[in-house]
T-cell receptor
Framework: DAGITQSPRYKITETGRQVTLMCHQT?????MFWYRQDLGHGLRLIYY???????DKGEVPDGYVVSRSKTENFPLTLESATRSQTSVYFC?????????????FGPGTRLTVL | QQQVKQSPQSLIVQKGGISIINCAYE??????FPWYQQFPGKGPALLIA?????SEKKEGRFTISFNKSAKQFSLHIMDSQPGDSATYFC????????????FGAGTILRVKS
């Protein structure tokens, strides 16, 4: 099916471990985004990418690393997970069309850091 | 710094009633104001959006009202239905800067049947 897929959907890890969250889109949208969702904060932008090999920081980038070697993939890595990174992570891609400017979100990854 | 403030945090409305969610923003450079709807266990999905050159936009039972001078915008859901029960997020962005969305904290809407 076309769209955005994220894996894993659920992940439990321990403090200090490295974790990589995967994001794949089938549309070839140029822009891709990573958000974290926490109660009381809405969604906050971690990193975004305007195209392959072009990435930039968002509002809360500390402790995260991204890469984008191919247009369709945008993995997010937590180099040394901390409890404060327990959250739900959403990947999104952007399309400008007749309706306007839309971000399409994946189903999310629920990450728990013990 | 919260650039988009959303209220209320939660809202209970009777079936058939009007649901109203409000947002206020600080950055006058924002030029795109979408609302996203999120059901439990799902990612947010675009519901409706407005640009500051109009004061109101309607799509079916959903209406955005926009007040540029007050830096406020709101979502009205007419004839609210139980299927509208979800979390709603307002957002704002500057199109020139790649539409990096700044989200409000969200409103949990429950429509009682």
């Amino acid at each position: 099916d076309a769209g955005i897929t994220q894996s894993p959907r659920y992940k439990i890890t321990e403090t200090g471990r490295q974790v990589t969250l995967m994001c794949h889109q089938t549309w070839s949208h140029s822009y891709m985004f990573w958000y974290r969702q926490d109660l009381g904060h809405g969604l906050r932008l971690i990193y975004y990418s305007a195209a392959a090999d072009i990435t930039d920081k968002g509002e809360v980038p500390d402790g995260y690393v991204v890469s984008r070697s191919k247009t369709e993939n945008f993995p997010l890595t937590l180099e040394s997970a901390t409890r404060s990174q327990t959250s739900v992570y959403f990947c999104a891609s952007r399309l400008e069309d007749t309706r306007g400017d839309t971000q399409y979100f994946g189903p999310g990854t629920r990450l728990t850091v013990l | 710094q919260q650039q988009v403030k959303q209220s209320p945090q939660s809202l209970i409305v009777q079936k058939g009633g009007i649901s109203i969610i409000n947002c206020a923003y600080e950055n006058t450079a924002f030029d795109y104001f979408p609302w996203y709807q999120q059901f439990p266990g799902k990612g947010p999905a675009l519901l409706i959006a407005i640009r500051p050159d109009v004061s109101e936009k309607k799509e079916g039972r959903f209406t955005i009202s926009f007040n540029k001078s007050a830096k406020q915008f709101s979502l009205h859901i007419m004839d609210s239905q139980p299927g509208d029960s979800a979390t709603y997020f307002c957002a704002a962005s500057i199109q020139f800067y790649g539409n990096k969305l700044v989200f409000g904290a969200g409103t949990i809407l429950r429509v009682k049947s």
